[in-house]
């Protein structure tokens, strides 16, 4: 099957993939919002509209701000530095809720994957979920997090791109991701052992770019240093290749970049990331140059799937130096995950360490990214929030278990 892959593509008569997808669904926000994901500005005006005075509401944004953040209050009852008056008139209006843990997934290596369910509005059919996959290693716990419902990109070689763009989530729901991490691995407690989630990666479900504003917003909150206060340095933010918005993340944002490369000729690249049409190698490469704060300390990352006899030549390893010529780059070689119903398959392991050979004499460095979570579908290209498929009764123990665990 891979051969008639490469067969059409030579032939230029693959079948090509639409760019991008309209989103389904609107975001409905429920009866009584929660506070998380507002900024401080924000959480200031939704003071003044339950009647808190002006002079008190900097210093009321800062409490909440540090129980939050900082210590992961769930509830207002727990803020005990605010007045019960004050707090029972937050309670009435507002929550701290974060999204709903649906059912919990452990990886005999150790990962682990949640299927969250997502607060919304009564009038939505059926509530939307999203995945979020962590990652412990001995010298860090990194956090995979999602940023749309679904993905508005048709990656051939990615499960995830194969589901509908349901919709965008919100700011609040992307820093309740992370939330939700702390509290099931209880690492608000851990602020002198040291945290169990140090470091994020924007690379779960959806393309973050094309949700600028909302991962904007929520990488800001995450990186704040009164809260949850992890390093920018330690946020990763991948993307496909959406050109317009790299250097406004760059600028407004100033996390890692990570690009899902994958391809080094157009021709291929079109299949592989149709977004490539739009965005070709040429215009990706020329805004990674220009990319704000990248240097020999900040080196961005290119992202490649080792593809069976696709895209994991000796050839493609030398074009793929000569184009990264001049940025400061590191390349992860990923060995492809399968999933059912893939056409593809996984390079062998001795024509990838050829590959990273001949990348790391170059002078690049050319880790093989170890792969996780592959019997719980958690590795990378696989969430696809495959507990929809599971039934009714399934889901009910796994969400039983999630509770008690």
Known sequence: MISTITNAIAA???APLPLEKVPLEAYVPPAKPSLIGLSRSEL?????EIGVAPAQR???????????YFRGAKSFDEMTSISKDTRAELAKHFTVDRPEVVAEQISNDGTRKWLLRLPSGDKVEKPH?????????????TLCVSSQVGCTLNCAFCHTGTQRLVRNLTAGEIVGQVMVARDRLNDWENRESGRLVTNIVMMGMGEPLYNFEAVRDALLIVA???????S????TLSTSGVVPNIIRAGEEIGVMLAISLHAVRNELRDVLVPLNR????????????????????RRITFEYVMLKGVNDSLDDAKLLVKLLKGIPAKINLIPFNPWPGTAYE??????????SEYIFNAGYSSPVRTPRGRDILAACGQLKSETEKLSARERQALRAMAMTD
């Not at 200031?44 to 003044?48: A, I, Q, T, V, Y």
């Not at 979920?129 to 716990?141: F, L």
């Not at 920018?232 to 946020?235: E, K």
């Open 278 to 297: 739009k965005y070709p190698i040429e215009e990706l490469l020329q805004a990674c140059r220009d990319y704000p704060g990248a240097s020999n300390a």
């Open 44 to 48: 200031s005006e939704r003071l003044g």
């Open 58 to 68: 900097k210093m009321r944004v800062q409490q909440l701000w540090h129980w939050i």
């Open 224 to 230: 704040d240093n009164e809260g949850i206060g992890i």
């Open 129 to 141: 979920e999203v995945e979020c996959v962590y990652i412990p290693e001995t010298d860090r716990g």
């Open 12 to 14: 230029g008569s693959a």
């Open 232 to 235: 920018r340095r330690r946020i």
């Open 346 to 355: 996984c390079s062998d392991w001795d024509q990838i360490e050829k590959f």
